[in-house]
């Protein structure tokens, strides 16, 4: 029958207890300001990798990379050996320093997009 479950009469849903949530308005502007925080955070981690590529490539670019340890072990600097890196590596590296950041970029804006729209909804 529509009106039992399993032998049993449907539980009343209206039981008269209030809900708390009509209540609770700076829920929903408190959960998008966390939201916001932790989705920085994650932005800023996964964008590092991006800024410490575009700095070994400027390390290259000039053609000085030379290892910390070397460096400050050598009494001159002119001694140290240098690199020379091909045309194509740089532009890999470029490449994948890009691609990384505008993911980044991409898929933050769409996580704030996505809890502006769940805090929305919420109020």
């Known amino acids: 029958m529509p009106g ?5 009469p ?13 209540h609770k308005f700076w829920r929903a502007p408190l959960d998008f300001a966390v939201h916001s925080v932790i989705g920085t955070c994650i ?3 996964v964008g ?15 053609h000085t990379f030379r ?4 460096s400050l ?3 001159s600097s002119d001694a ?5 890196i091909d045309g194509p590596i740089i532009f890999g590296l470029k490449a994948a320093e890009y691609a990384l950041f505008s993911t980044d970029l991409l898929l933050f ?6 809890a502006a729209r769940r805090a929305i909804n919420q109020l």
């Open 109 to 114: 804006g769409v996580f704030l997009y996505r």
């Open 67 to 70: 290892p910390l340890n070397l």
């Open 10 to 22: 449907e539980a009343n849903l209206n039981t008269g207890v209030k809900d708390n949530r009509a």
């Open 43 to 45: 932005f800023a981690i």
């Open 80 to 84: 140290a050996p240098k690199l020379v």
């Open 73 to 75: 072990l050598m009494a």
């Open 48 to 62: 590092a990798p991006a800024i410490l590529i575009q700095f070994v490539v400027l390390q290259l670019e000039s």
């Open 4 to 8: 039992e479950l399993q032998g049993k």
